[in-house]
T-cell receptor, first 111, second 114 residues
Framework: SQKIEQNSEALNIQEGKTATLTCNYT??????LQWYRQDPGRGPVFLLL?????KEKRKERLKVTFDTTLKQSLFHITASQPADSATYLC??????????FGTGTRLQVFP | ETGVTQSPTHLIKTRGQQVTLRCSSQ?????VSWYQQALGQGPQFIFQ???????GRGNFPPRFSGLQFPNYSSELNVNALELDDSALYLC?????????????FGSGTRLTVV
């Protein structure tokens, strides 16, 4: 069955550093991979979508890579700020598949 | 009006009761997906509605049912509530069933079953 794995432990980094979050998937060949941010008690907020034929995508301080050979996506936040502290969810999907999420990685950026 | 609106925001029910959760989709969106998120877990897909028809279902029992209305708003009904149904229920809207853009989520309904 399809499996999506994200770092289960929280990631703690210092303000100004680059945060890197990992999403691995198995038994799956997604056409897209999406990243969402979720704050406590709130719904996820869409951040970025990357297609299988794209190696990298950027949006302001965010960068996502998609390696279909390794079955892995990396999500980077450069010059991280305390306001970036949240849980980040990845969601690989097919073209008309329903969005299926990983368990998320909690990021804590401290001053 | 923009954004996805869910009601109520919080709800406490007794085991065995029935509950209805409501969702107004973002303007222009015709597809609604419902998710259940237990504490510390990622959202789990319940089902999706597209143009008033169910368009896929996750691994949830039949006591979880839904509706989509002509204005694309939606309801999630849960019968015979169990303690394990306590969770944050999220509604997400999108335009069509092809995933080429992100979903827009509501803030969720926190359901507590006692």
């Amino acid at each position: 069955s399809q499996k999506i794995e994200q770092n289960s432990e929280a990631l703690n980094i210092q303000e100004g550093k680059t945060a890197t979050l990992t999403c691995n998937y198995t038994n799956y060949s997604p056409a897209y991979l999406q990243w969402y941010r979720q704050d406590p008690g709130r719904g996820p907020v869409f951040l970025l979508l990357i297609r299988e034929n794209e190696k990298e995508k950027r949006k302001e301080r965010l960068k996502v890579t998609f390696d279909t050979t390794l079955k892995q996506s990396l999500f980077h936040i450069t010059a991280s700020q305390p306001a970036d502290s949240a849980t980040y969810l990845c969601a690989p999907s097919g073209n008309t598949d329903k969005l299926i999420f990983g368990t998320g990685t909690r990021l804590q950026v401290f001053p | 009006e923009t954004g996805v609106t869910q009601s109520p925001t919080h709800l406490i029910k007794t085991r065995g009761q029935q509950v209805t959760l409501r969702c107004s989709s973002q303007s222009g969106h015709n597809t609604v997906s419902w998710y259940q998120q237990a504490l510390g877990q990622g959202p789990q897909f319940i089902f999706q509605y597209y143009r008033e028809e169910e368009n896929g279902r996750g691994n949830f029992p039949p006591r979880f049912s839904g509706l989509q209305f002509p204005n694309y708003s939606s309801e999630l009904n849960v019968n015979a509530l169990e303690l394990d149904d306590s969770a944050l229920y999220l509604c997400a809207s999108s335009l069509g069933v092809r995933i080429s853009e992100g979903y827009t989520f509501g803030s969720g309904t926190r359901l507590t079953v006692v």
